[in-house]
């Protein structure tokens, strides 16, 4: 079993609708966690920081289930140039050594 | 204003051959690292140094080597070239090497080995 693991999808959204997706870890010890924005053929962008009690930047919100071991991104109204793949990643307390998952794909349509 | 910049973009060669890749950050941070990204868009670190200090080297083989001049700069040399190296190489640094602390990429670099 991979330590953090995504759906890699594609999501398929319309445009304007919303659109939610989970990432498991499976490291009880791990302490910080991010999502990350990755374009085709391009570097991973930070999106959000994601904390105990949860956390909100614009249409973007994320959340963090420490009991069931995931967390969550979920995308208010989608635009077109939301589509990409998101990838999440887990980092223990001490130490940075991320994670990452496999990326979920997310496909916005008109 | 480039934060982490890497060189060259992309890289074509030969089995065998030895290569070397760079890295510069102009973000004042003191921690930086290589990973990997394969053809299955699987994203893992290789290594980190904090402060030239090498403090992460996961299971890669020894024909990487990774040297660090200063804080800015992380380069990463490979030998014998083999068809599995191809991927893309992500240079990435952080402001601190503890957990939590929010790591920025590089373009990356696409290595193809013929």
């Known amino acids: 079993r991979k330590e953090v693991e995504q759906d890699p999808g594609p999501f398929n959204v319309p445009e304007g609708a919303t659109v939610a997706f989970n990432c498991t870890y499976s490291n009880s010890a791990s302490q910080s966690f991010f999502w990350y924005r990755q374009d085709c053929r391009k570097e991973p962008k930070l999106l959000m920081s994601v904390y105990s009690s949860g956390n909100e930047d614009g249409r973007f919100t994320a959340q963090l289930n420490r009991a069931s071991q995931y967390i969550s991104l979920l995308i208010r109204d989608s635009k077109l140039s939301d589509s990409a793949t998101y990838l999440c990643a887990a980092a223990p307390a001490a130490g940075n050594k991320l994670t990452f998952g496999g990326g979920t794909r997310v496909l916005v349509k008109p | 204003d480039t934060a982490v910049s890497q060189t060259p973009k992309y890289l074509v060669t030969q089995m065998g051959n030895d290569k070397s890749i760079k890295c510069e950050q102009n973000?004042?941070?003191?921690?930086m690292y290589w990973y990997k990204q394969d053809s299955k868009k699987f994203l893992k670190i290789m290594f980190s140094?904090?402060?030239?200090?090498?403090?992460i080297n996961e299971t890669v083989p020894n024909r990487f080597s990774p040297k660090s001049p200063d804080k800015a700069h992380l380069n990463l040399h490979i030998n014998s070239l083999e068809l599995g190296d191809s991927a893309v190489y992500f240079c990435?640094?952080?402001?601190?090497?503890?957990?939590?602390?929010?790591?920025?990429f590089g373009p990356g670099t696409r290595l193809t080995v013929t």
């Open positions: 990435a640094s952080s402001q601190e090497g503890r957990g939590g602390s929010k790591q920025y």
């Open positions: 973000l004042g941070h003191d921690t």
């Open positions: 140094y904090n402060n030239k200090e090498l403090i």
